[in-house]
């Protein structure tokens, strides 16, 4: 059974801080892997998107990490905001005809001044 | 800024009634999906849809709900008879699939509550 888990739950920070949020799946065959970002009372933002072949992928503050072979996945924020506080949610995609998608729990985010 | 839009953003309604939820996706997109969000479940995929073609609407119950692309520009899901655990946020999003990547735009979600 295709599955996508992530910890922690959730998480509070201050801000300035690093943090790191941790993406596991057991989708197979593996297409790609998406970091998505929701704030409260909005739809999901795009963050990264990777495929099998893609170690590292930034964007800003947020760098996504990659391990086929392991099946994990992290996001690293660094020197957090205020405005990072939302939900954090991966995504893996299974290659078939559909494209089947697989949503882990998401991580809720808070950034404490 | 194109983006895509829901309608309508917010709908109460009591069981048994019908609930048709409509989506424009950002012009040129060739994919549509519809998600349904709640607290205890998360994210689901309800259906999606490639050039206005349903792919794959394994995660939508058959008997109450469906989805259709009229055409490019809209894309529909209704419940018929609504039952209070349909209350949940429903969205859509769009995409452009090209060779491995695929971006979702999602719109902004239609809160649905069904007393």
Not at chain 1, 11 to 35: A, D, H, M
Not at chain 1, 48 to 53: G, H
Not at chain 2, 53 to 73: I, V
Request: with cysteine.
């Amino acid at each position: 059974k295709n599955q996508v888990e992530q910890s922690p739950q959730s998480l509070i920070i201050l801000e300035g801080k690093n943090c790191t949020l941790q993406c596991n799946y057991t989708v197979s065959p593996f297409s790609n892997l998406r970091w998505y970002k929701q704030d409260t009372g909005r739809g999901p933002v795009s963050l990264t998107i990777m495929t099998f072949s893609e170690n590292t992928k930034s964007n800003g503050r947020y760098t996504a990490t990659l391990d086929a072979d392991t099946k994990q996945s992290s996001l690293h924020i660094t020197a957090s905001q205020l405005s990072d506080s939302a939900s954090y949610i991966c995504v893996v995609s299974a290659e078939n005809a559909g494209n089947m998608l697989t949503f882990g729990g998401g991580t809720r985010l808070m950034v404490k001044p | 800024d194109a983006r895509v839009t829901q309608t309508p953003r917010h709908k109460v309604t009591e069981m048994g009634q019908e609930v048709t939820m409509r989506c424009q996706p950002i012009l040129g997109h060739n994919t549509v999906f519809w998600y349904r969000q709640t607290m205890m479940q998360g994210l689901e995929l309800l259906a999606y849809f490639r050039n206005r073609a349903p792919l794959d609407d394994s995660g939508m119950p058959k008997d109450r709900f469906s989805a259709e692309m009229p055409d490019a520009t809209l894309a529909t899901l209704k419940i018929q008879p609504s039952e209070p655990r349909d209350s949940a946020v429903y969205f859509c999003a769009s995409g452009l699939v090209s060779f491995l990547q695929e971006t979702q735009y999602f719109g902004p979600g239609t809160r649905l509550l069904v007393l």
